[in-house]
């Protein structure tokens, strides 16, 4: 499809300020919302029937795993199985995935994604080197792989090229799987400014940098790589792995003598520019110094549950005024509506009671949910999106108010029945940056990508 500038009437919408009927909104050739008017369709408008809503960002991704979701679900050791049991396991699959596997996978994926209702990705990238370890002929072979699987599904990427410096605390050697994500600080700084660079003219593609975490990325290597992220482009997203296990944090506390949030908030200048992915083990004084920051924490609950990670302590982050977004992680689950769901519900188990997000009483719970959501995904992915608003990307999810899971439902009715009262992906139609990517719930390269992505697990099984 040819994009050119036009105007969309879109029958009921929810905008910034609540819903709204007879919404018109002027989108330019690049897929941005330059105008919101209001009154009936007029000629030319291309009518949007149905409620429409804007679309989630997924801030956390490792797309390889997609490929693996499903095959950790044995034990597989004789004691009680774990975060580092799952870890040893996966690390063995990544071992034999080629370049042309992995854009098949994250192809696959991103066209998951935007059934579901995403529209950007924030891909936490650190498969970069052969199975070998050693670079490819271009060393950001890998990287471009994403870009394209992205462009081919028509998602918004923001690219995170992990830096991964060692196996473990305390300098451990890294194990056969890690190889393949160990580079040295140049190389990896390399890396980021080709891509950067390869970004100037796509407005759907973004760079940021990702230290894996604390335990890959000691304090020397992780104050270079920022110093040269700065120099490269200062508002650059910056993404970190950190207290998803109670290991992490035990094992931080006996490398660094302080805790891994702790260690962040003293040691690097947590700003807005920052998502803490998980973030899942914090004490009251990390609580606040993560909320105060202005940085995001990257919630992915689905993973967070498969791993037996542990649960956010969200009611206490959302009374400190603490910014969040959700992604997919291990790709379990490629639906928001799961990851808002079971965030919410972890904290009911937890507390014994109801409504835990809700904004007072009366307040909608999935309104909560969905707003923050799509504020944090937004900041953390540093694109323009996540609104019906001039200056965001015209990305929107389309329902059918006639669904049994929606029927009868209005206003913030309709996002509380879609998260807490379907069991289906319930997105008719998605537009990302201006573009149907998917009509009648199908995506417009399903065949293709979903061939290609057959033949690359054929090959790994």
């Given at each position: ?64 795993q997609r490929a693996a979701a499903g095959l950790t679900e044995r034990r597989h050791t004789a004691d009680q199985d774990s975060f580092w049991s799952w870890r040893e ?373």
């Amino acid at each position: 499809m040819v994009l050119r500038e036009r105007t969309l009437w879109l029958q009921r919408a929810r905008l910034p300020d609540g819903w709204r009927d007879d919404v018109r909104l002027t989108v330019d050739v690049a897929g941005t919302i330059t105008g919101v008017a209001f009154g009936g369709p007029e000629a030319g408008d291309e009518r949007v029937a149905g409620v429409v809503l804007p679309s989630i960002s997924n801030l956390h991704s490792h797309a390889f795993q997609r490929a693996a979701a499903g095959l950790t679900e044995r034990r597989h050791t004789a004691d009680q199985d774990s975060f580092w049991s799952w870890r040893e396991v996966m690390h063995g699959f990544v071992t034999r995935i080629t370049p042309d596997q992995h854009q098949a996978i994250a192809a696959q994926l991103y066209v998951e994604m935007l059934k579901a209702g995403y529209t950007g990705v924030g891909e936490f990238h650190y498969l970069h080197l052969d199975p070998s370890g050693r670079p490819y002929g271009d060393p950001a072979e890998m990287s471009r792989r994403c870009v394209i699987a992205a462009e081919q599904a028509g998602i918004a990427l923001t690219l995170l090229p992990v830096l991964y410096s060692v196996g473990g605390y305390r300098g451990k050697e890294p194990n056969a799987g890690q190889r393949r994500y160990i580079l040295e600080v140049v190389d990896f700084c390399n890396i980021v400014a080709a891509m950067n660079k390869e970004a100037a003219d796509k407005p759907w593609f973004r760079v940021g940098i990702a230290p894996h975490s604390v335990r890959q990325v000691p304090a020397e290597p992780l104050h270079e790589a920022l110093a040269a992220a700065s120099e490269i482009d200062p508002t650059m997203p910056i993404h970190i792995h950190a207290a998803e296990q109670v290991l992490d944090v035990e094992e931080h506390v006996a490398t660094t003598g302080a805790r891994p949030v702790e260690w962040l908030l003293d040691n690097t200048g947590l700003d807005g520019r920052w998502c803490l992915v998980h973030a899942t083990h914090l004490n009251d004084r990390e609580v606040d110094g993560l909320a105060r920051s202005g940085a995001v924490a990257g919630l992915c609950p689905t993973t967070e549950g498969n791993l037996g990670d542990g649960l956010f302590p969200f009611e206490t982050y959302l009374a400190a005024g603490g910014r969040w977004g959700v992604g997919s992680d291990s790709h379990v689950s490629v639906n928001p509506v799961e990851e808002l769901r079971w965030l919410e519900y972890g904290r009911r188990l937890v507390t014994l009671s109801r409504n835990v997000a809700a904004p007072g009483q009366g307040g909608s719970t999935g309104a909560r949910l969905f707003d923050d959501a799509l504020a944090g995904g937004a900041q953390a992915l540093g694109q323009a999106m996540g609104a019906i608003a001039a200056g965001s990307a015209a990305d929107l999810v389309v329902l059918d108010p006639e669904h049994p899971a929606l029927f009868g439902r209005d206003a913030d009715g309709i996002v509380d029945s879609w998260i807490f009262a379907s069991s289906e992906r319930l997105p008719r139609r998605v537009m990302a940056a201006g573009r149907w990517v998917v009509e009648d719930g199908r995506h417009v390269a399903e065949e293709a990508v979903s061939k290609a992505f057959r033949k690359a697990i054929a090959e790994l099984a």
